[in-house]
């Protein structure tokens, strides 16, 4: 079953880039679920940093520059553990955190 929402402008045959959406993400090998779920995860990891943004807004105001810039450093590095869960897969920040370990008791 195909589902398909085309906002056409004058003279854009819809049914043309549906068929070349297809196409396109047939031989990407991209399934549509897959794509809602990459969207979604996009959606669910901004809103997130959202949140994060306003707690960290919530814990002071930001009366000179090294306090402002002091609140995106962490709005930053709370943002990275989040982003890291939702956007990227399981083997990939497997092996993202083994290279590290290894670096780590390599220099060590």
């Excluded at 195909?2 to 068929?19: L, S």
């Excluded at 669910?44 to 995106?72: K, N, S």
């Excluded at 990275?80 to 083994?98: G, H, K, N, S, T």
């Amino acid at each position: 079953m195909k589902i398909a929402v085309c906002f056409a402008k004058d003279g854009v045959d819809c049914e043309a880039a549906v068929r070349r959406m297809t196409e396109a993400m047939r031989l990407v090998n991209l399934r549509p679920s897959r794509l809602l779920s990459q969207v979604a995860a996009g959606l669910a990891t901004g809103g997130a940093f959202a949140a994060i943004c306003l707690a960290v807004r919530w814990l002071g105001f930001e009366t000179t520059w090294p306090m402002f810039w002091d609140h995106v450093v962490l709005a930053l590095i709370l943002y990275v553990p989040v982003a890291l869960l939702i956007l990227v897969e399981r083997r990939d920040r497997q092996r993202l955190f083994q290279k590290l370990r290894f670096r780590v008791v390599r220099e060590v």
